[in-house]
């Protein structure tokens, strides 16, 4: 899979301990003395009492924890703060040379009193990705082999369970998290070291935002109103947490986004096909798609799956506006549509041409089909 992050397995060091074994006894006769006999001899209560209270225990596991000036700090980090480029670069070197991780990320976003939530799990290694993706409206499960070009996909939404191939694979960036762990590491003044922490990957120190240092990263064209972030660096080399709380005011209108998305499992996640796979091989709904016409129009021929009803919603959307329709009918293997945008931002379609009337499409483009809440197609296109 070409996705610009070199991948190679890092060898795993693990180190044994010997396991040592103390017998005790003494041999002896009948008329040895007593007194022989208790000082080489532990009794029952003698041996309890030798071993560790809980208030040792627990004092032993605080001591092991080291203070913040102990810990060993990665290249980026240092008890006075976060060189936050720097810091980026080892992490993504980190993760990079692990060849595997886990990422999972909990999103609200309140725009124009509404509010949007989605928690996802996004498991990479050298061979495939897995992604599961939790919204309100349904779930979607989503695995990616290395050795193919396309994504198998299990669509949910109440008692209603469908399959779709996308042409495209998962977005790399999206599915680590580099990207936006760069955007926002690297946006962040970062205070002083606070605590130290222990996580699943080993020992980890907490910074917590003073201020924005690169706004235009993160403000997307807006004022930044409010702005909070913290984070969690372990001491292997990589960013173990990430949080921040941002509104931000866009012609006129305030968006809120909130976001926590933590990094474990480094080097020790293995992704499997799921049991769903067959399944979606064979009954995932499949379109290929191209551009015609110069740019203006989109070609699409259903070349897997069973019929896609007519109730069936589909919508273009471009730089230049966006519209929607239903299909014209109910579509089976080998039949095609053609549909672009007119120049009043009209969805067009036809089964056997490209309509009249369709505009130059242009920058970010999507085509979707959903059926009520569930998405049946899904392609994104930059033009």
């Known amino acids: 899979m070409d996705n610009g992050i070199p991948i190679t397995k890092r060898s795993l060091l693990v180190s044994s301990a010997a396991l040592t074994t103390a017998l005790a006894g003494c041999s002896g006769n009948e008329n040895t003395d007593q007194s022989d006999t208790s000082e080489e001899e532990e009794t029952p209560e003698d041996a309890e009492s030798s071993e560790p209270s809980e208030e040792e225990e627990a004092s032993t596991s605080e001591d092991s924890v080291p203070s913040l000036s102990e810990f060993e700090y990665p290249e980026g980090a240092t008890q006075n703060g976060i060189a936050s480029n720097q810091l980026y670069s080892t992490h993504e070197s980190t993760l990079t040379d692990a060849g595997s991780l886990t990422l999972t990320r909990d999103r609200t976003d309140i725009f124009d009193g509404n509010e949007f939530s989605e928690t996802s799990s996004n498991k990479f290694d050298s061979n495939s990705i897995y992604r599961e993706v939790e919204q309100s409206d349904g779930t979607e499960y989503i695995w990616a082999p290395d050795s193919e070009s396309v994504s198998y996909v299990q669509v949910e939404s109440g008692f209603d369970q469908r399959y779709r191939i996308d042409n495209q694979q998962p977005d790399t960036n999206e599915v680590t998290g580099l990207g936006q762990f760069r955007q926002y590491l690297t946006a962040t003044e970062w205070g002083e070291a606070e605590e130290i922490v222990e996580t699943a990957d080993g020992y980890a120190v907490t910074y917590t935002s003073t201020g924005v240092s690169n706004p235009e990263r993160i403000n997307f064209g807006g004022e930044i109103d409010e702005y909070e972030a913290s984070t969690v660096v372990t001491d292997s080399g990589f960013v173990a947490e990430l949080s921040f709380d941002l509104t931000v005011t866009f012609d006129g209108t305030t968006q809120e986004q909130r976001l926590t998305a933590r990094v474990e499992n480094v080097g020790e996640t293995i992704v499997s096909e799921p049991d769903w796979g067959d399944t979606a091989r064979e009954n995932g709904l499949q379109f290929d798609i191209s551009l015609v016409e110069g740019g203006s129009a989109f070609e699409m021929e259903l070349v ?37 945008l007119s120049d009043t931002n009209e969805l067009l379609v036809d089964t056997e041409q490209v309509p009249d009337g369709v505009t130059q499409l242009n920058g970010r483009t999507t085509v979707r089909m959903r059926l009520s809440s569930l998405l049946l197609f899904d392609h994104v296109e930059r033009l």
């Open 304 to 340: 897997n799956g069973g019929e896609v009803p007519s109730d069936t919603r589909i919508r273009l959307r471009s730089d230049q506006g966006d519209g929607g329709k239903r299909v014209p009918s109910a579509l089976s293997v080998g039949d095609q549509l053609y549909l672009g």
